[in-house]
């Protein structure tokens, strides 16, 4: 990938996105924040600093937590053009999973260094941004069986595992357990472009589930946005049985195309 470009083949980006309480306008801040980066101590040849924003952010005054952002410096300072950011993906990737081992080379960080910051983070709620706790003795021990149409009583049984669980997670992690969403962390992204590029617009890439965020970042903050490629689309304009559908009938014509060949 040689240049980045505005990709949104197959994406709907006409349903506003409401923003709670919170909106963009309340992001702006009065001074640069400083980020004071060091050795990352789980990533090779490369530094981490810690940026500390809202949990809600209809509430900016409320309380914080501390993203962890990672940066791959650019190779020579008088050829860098600047910042490229690797919006993670999964849900639940991190800086490990997104320009760590042999993820590094797969993503070309090398090659982007000699002209860019490669700058990635890990999400709230996730790696070292306060990760979501819960309780190992509560996971769900009631399975869905997939070989026969599971009964209502197996259903049941699921569902309240399952609930059990996730109250669990909810009791754990507190009030962060409820702002999680893309929205939230598009906006988490909009306080690390102006930590990193104040006077400039994103340049970012974001692939699957990496791509929610990004075009969430698009829906609400359009006017900072230099050059944004979205890879692997998570359409978010649909529901849930068509997005699961459209997967299903990809991936097959992905394996014939590939049988054939």
Known sequence: ???????????????????????????????????????????????????????????????????????????????????????????????????????????????FQQHFDVVTFDPRGVGQSNPVRCDPAAVPQAQIPLDRKPSQTEWEAVARDVGAFVKTCADATGELFWHLNAKDTAQDVERIRQALTPNDGLVAYGASYGSNFGATYLEAFPQHVKALNIDGVVDHTIDYTAFISNNVLSVQDAFERFQQW
Do not use: N
């Open 1 to 111: 990938m040689s240049r980045l470009s505005l990709m949104l083949t197959g994406l709907t980006l006409a349903v506003p996105i409401a923003f709670g309480g919170g909106t963009p306008a309340a992001l702006a801040q009065s001074a640069q924040p400083t980020l004071k980066w060091a050795p990352c101590a789980d990533v090779p040849d490369t530094e981490c600093a810690g940026l500390q924003v809202p949990i809600d952010y209809a509430k900016p005054e409320g309380a914080k937590i501390t993203l962890r952002l990672a940066r791959a410096p650019a190779r020579d300072p008088a050829k860098r053009k600047g910042v490229l950011m690797f919006i993670p993906g999964g849900p639940g990737a991190g800086i490990p999973e997104t320009i760590a081992g042999e993820i590094r080379e797969d993503q070309h960080v090398p090659d």
